[in-house]
């Protein structure tokens, strides 16, 4: 899953394809490069982030999602709004990508549930205003709890009608974790896929991974994440996960192929 982020202030990639032609074209770019999926979000969720309105959601989104389904590309809506998650889906999106696995927005799984989307539910705690703040990165134990949290919500998309062979799951790396957590959680990442449903794995350019680089006590820069993203994505295919969501694709691709080679298939 490669990432669209349509916004001027994500962490990594803010402003660079805000326009939409400009979006379009890293959109392609993305897929030229081997993704199967391009993840096209209008709305930061970096630690810290102010939400923006609904309008300027959707006008940052929906061009881009109808453009790049236009094209015959799988494309997921990266939002917390069901409006947007519901114009995305008219414009021809095939999968919602919700941080807040529906939590953020009381009509989300209705509307999940009712135009039959695939659906991704990430552990989520806090908007990103508040989830690094210490009581949302409290755990007893850091796996288990997540796990355990990240069921109830399955429970909640099940029980709003949402159909279980729709459903993906997404441990959140970095949201409401700090850099050991996302560690841990990254070490047991068969605790997740055990809970039966297709795993994604979002490691890409995130903060623990510039902490893990880091030289001299700066932090490397989020653009010079990718080989270790990269790496992620390997041992994240190789523990099973379904899909890994990353802004540079090719290092990725190439590295679950190997790994699906590996297991005898041509895919990952
Ligand atoms: N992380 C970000 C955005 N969307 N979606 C899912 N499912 N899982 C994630 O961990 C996730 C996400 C934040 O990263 P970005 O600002 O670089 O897009």
Redesign the pocket.
């Known amino acids: 899953m490669g ?1 669209v ?1 349509v916004t001027p202030d ?4 803010g402003g660079l394809w805000l326009d939409a032609d400009a979006a379009i074209a890293r959109g392609r770019r993305l897929v030229a490069d081997g993704a199967d999926l391009v ?1 096209v ?1 209008g709305e ?3 630690p810290g982030a102010q939400r923006v309105d609904e309008a300027t959601e959707l006008d940052r989104v929906v061009p881009v999602v109808r453009a790049l389904a236009g094209d015959g590309i799988a494309v997921s809506v ?1 939002t917390m709004r069901a409006r947007v998650a519901e114009a995305a889906w008219q414009a021809g999106a095939a999968l919602v ?1 919700d ?1 807040s696995g529906g939590r953020a927005d009381p009509d989300m799984l209705r509307v999940v549930a009712d135009v039959g989307a695939p659906f ?1 539910v ?1 552990h989520w705690r806090a908007h990103s205003a508040a989830m690094q703040e210490a009581d949302h990165t409290r755990y007893g134990d850091v796996v288990a709890d997540v796990r355990a949290e990240l069921s109830r919500q399955v429970d909640s998309a099940l029980a709003a009608g949402v159909r279980p062979d729709r459903l993906v799951v ?1 441990p ?4 409401s974790k700090t850099g050991e957590q996302n560690w841990e959680v990254l070490e047991a990442l068969g605790t997740f896929a055990s809970l039966g449903h297709p795993l ?1 794995v ?1 490691a ?3 903060r623990f991974l510039g902490e893990l680089l880091a030289t001299g006590g700066e932090l490397r820069p989020a653009v010079e994440r990718d080989d270790a993203s990269a790496a992620i994505s390997v041992l994240a295919a190789r523990a099973g996960a379904w899909a890994v ?1 990353v ?1 540079e694709v090719r290092a990725s691709a190439d590295g679950v192929r190997v790994v699906g080679r590996l297991r005898g298939s041509s895919g990952g």
Not at 10 to 13: A, C, K, P, T, V
């Open positions: 990432v982020n994500s962490f990594s990639d993840d979000g930061s969720t970096r990266d990508n941080v991704v990430m997404d959140g790396l970095g949201f994604l979002a890409s350019r995130k969501r802004h």
